[in-house]
């Protein structure tokens, strides 16, 4: 059984850093792509983050690009968002998914609602 389990949310000020968690177990891909979504009350959930397991290359969302770094300790099973310089439009709900993915384009081009495996999501509020 597939699961993902993120932590690290919680309540930072303006300018603040947090790093999200992501730890996955049951399941063994050759080839994936690992992903952070966000969604904020009343918005539809984004993409803002993914890594490809194969080359490693990271592609971020320009909202969050030269503040939030993906990385992974494939050791641990484990995927990592650390985001830096925080801002109140960045509070949110965040989720780590992963999918099976043999090439970069199908996993830099993938859809939301093409990732198979969702965590629960860790809460992230930024306050002014």
């Known amino acids: 059984q597939v699961q993902l389990v993120e932590s690290g949310g919680g309540s930072v000020q303006a300018g603040g850093s947090l790093r999200l968690s992501c730890t996955a177990s049951g399941y063994t891909f050759s080839s994936e792509c690992l992903a952070w979504f966000r969604q904020a009350p009343g918005k539809e959930r984004e993409g803002i983050a993914r890594v490809w397991s194969d080359s490693g290359r990271e592609d971020y969302d320009d909202s969050v690009k030269g503040r939030f770094t993906i990385s992974r300790d494939s050791a641990k099973n484990t995927l990592y968002l650390q985001m830096n310089g925080l801002k109140p439009e960045d509070t949110a709900m965040y989720y780590c998914?992963?999918?099976?993915?043999?090439?970069?384009?199908?996993?830099?081009?993938?859809?939301?609602?093409?990732?198979?495996?969702w965590g629960q999501g860790t809460q992230v509020t930024v306050s002014s």
């Open positions: 998914a992963t999918a099976p993915a043999y090439s970069e384009d199908r996993c830099y081009y993938r859809s939301t609602q093409d990732f198979n495996f």
